[in-house]
Structures are given as structure tokens and as C-alpha cells.
């Protein structure tokens, strides 16, 4: 991990712990799933979501969904593939951010960054004039006669 230091701290997209063998490890991809520089761990997306779910954050889906909780990993909003994992902490730099990440397009944003929809509950980008009203609502609505 040592001799990694130098490559991990010039990443342009964050670092995060890897699924396959929980090393800091996992350089986010930019537009494609990331890879371990340690293990070299570089499945596709979803795979690497669900690892990173199952081993990191040590989470079972089905004991999650039992229990009434609710599963981490939701569709991409820039993507769309299902490797958008909520709660992923950034481990390089100064400050460790919790984070919402792409395993599989590399996207990453924070809380703030997101809502639901009010009439749906889907995952989407806050809008900016506060409305949290997903497009498809949006346009529901306005198409009724």
C-alpha cells in the first residue's frame, strides 16, 4: 500500500475502499466502472456496487429487506445502471466525505446534492428552484385534461 501512495493521491476520481479486499484502494472509474490498484479487483458496475454493499459496509440484502430497511444501491442518475451506492466514504485527502457513488460511470455527488421525488419517491438531482417533482410526475401532471 505504500508503494500505491503515490498513484492513489494523483487519482482525479475519488478513492474508495475496495470489495474485493477492503483495501483504500478502488480509483473510482471516469465514464467507466473503476479498478483496485492494489488487487486489481475491475468487475463491471453492479457486481462492484453489490461488493462494495456486502463487504464494506457489511450489509446483506437480504437481512436489510427483512428487517425493513432499505437497500443502498439505486439506479444511476446519470447512467442509469443499478450501482449508485449511497454512503460510500472517500478515503483519500484531507477531509473523508461520505458520498453517493457510480460504481459503474464513476459519477459521485453528496446528500445535498440529491432528492425524492414528492408524488413518486424516486432518486433525482435537487432542482434548484426547490422543487422536488421528478420530470415523469411533472409531466403526468401537466398532461391531464
Known amino acids: 500500500m505504500?508503494?500505491?501512495?503515490?498513484?492513489?493521491?494523483e487519482a482525479t476520481q475519488p478513492v474508495v475502499?475496495?470489495?474485493?479486499?477492503?483495501?483504500?484502494?478502488?480509483?473510482?472509474?471516469?465514464?467507466?466502472?473503476g479498478r483496485c490498484r492494489y488487487c486489481l479487483y475491475h468487475p463491471d458496475g453492479e457486481k462492484a456496487a453489490d461488493a462494495y454493499v456486502t463487504f464494506v459496509l457489511q450489509q446483506s440484502h437480504y437481512e436489510t429487506v427483512k428487517d425493513g430497511g432499505v437497500w443502498p444501491i439505486e439506479d444511476c442518475l446519470e447512467c442509469g445502471s443499478e450501482a449508485f451506492v449511497k454512503g460510500v466514504e472517500e478515503t483519500q485527502g484531507a477531509d473523508s466525505l461520505i458520498i453517493w457513488t457510480c460504481f459503474t460511470c464513476g459519477y459521485f455527488c453528496t446528500d445535498e446534492d440529491l432528492d425524492h421525488c414528492a408524488r413518486c419517491g424516486i432518486l433525482m438531482h435537487r432542482a434548484a428552484d426547490g422543487a422536488s417533482v421528478c420530470d415523469t410526475c411533472m409531466e403526468d401532471y401537466f398532461s391531464r385534461d
Do not use: F, R
Open 2 to 9: 505504500e508503494t500505491l501512495q503515490p498513484v492513489l493521491s
Open 17 to 33: 475502499c475496495c470489495g474485493a479486499c477492503a483495501l483504500p484502494a478502488y480509483v473510482l472509474g471516469d465514464g467507466e466502472p
